[in-house]
Every structure is written in C-alpha cells, then in structure tokens.
C-alpha cells in the first residue's frame, strides 16, 4: 500500500533553517506530483509548494525565495529545504501525493489522495 513518511520537523529561532524529507512507497513514484502542506493551528491546510515528475516546481506566494523542494525519483524521496524561517512558517507539515503527474490548473485537496502523518515545524522569534 502507499505510504508516505516524513522526518525532519523540529523547533528553530526565526531566521534558521530546516530540512524536511518524504519517504515514499507502494507505488511508481515517478508517475505522480507531489508537495508539501502546512497547516497552522485553527487554519485550513494550504499547499506550499509542489513538484512534477520532471521537477517543475511550484511555490506559495509567501514561501518563493526562501523554500526549495525537491524530488529523488530513484530514491523515492521528496525534501523541503526551508531558509529564512519565520514564527509565521510554524505549523504541521505534510508530505502528499497528487492523483495525477501534471496540472495546469491551481491544485486543491482533493488533488491529493495520500498523505503522510505530518511533522510540526515551530519556528520562535
């Protein structure tokens, strides 16, 4: 069965960096989009940034510039490097798979039907 297993979450002062990683399996991971969620106490869970089989990526607007994501289709892993961080940043993580490989449209949740458990990621100022 898929499963998705992420690691990496942890408590940082504003400005550090994490780095959060995705471990796949039980399908073809090379067939599918994936990304990254955060969802913050008492707010809905947003996408944050997302990548295609080939590696296109796409980021959310607060996020460009200082979130990399990144995919390993050999290694069915899927990484979010976060820089910068800020006490906004803080939430739980989740690692997903999309239904299909590619979208030209703005993703929604029912775009994705795995999920990981999450990681929390709090960020202090």
């Known amino acids: 069965q898929v499963q998705l297993v992420e690691s990496g979450g942890g408590s940082v002062l504003a400005g550090g960096s994490l780095r959060l990683s995705c471990a796949a399996s039980?399908?073809?991971?090379?067939?599918?989009?994936m990304a990254w969620f955060r969802q913050a106490p008492g707010k809905e869970r947003e996408e944050v940034a997302f990548?295609?089989?080939?590696?296109?990526?796409l980021y959310e607007d607060s996020v460009k510039g200082r979130f990399t994501i990144s995919r390993d289709n050999a290694k069915k892993t899927l990484d979010l490097k976060m820089n910068s961080l800020k006490p906004e940043d803080t939430g739980m993580y989740f690692c997903?798979?999309?239904?299909?490989?590619?979208?030209?449209?703005?993703?929604?949740?029912?775009?994705?039907?795995?999920w990981g458990q999450g990681t929390q990621v709090t960020v202090s100022s």
């Open positions: 039980g399908y073809i991971v090379h067939n599918y989009a």
């Open positions: 997903a798979r999309a239904r299909s490989g590619y979208y030209y449209r703005r993703r929604t949740l029912d775009d994705y039907n795995y």
């Open positions: 990548i295609e089989p080939g590696g296109r990526a």
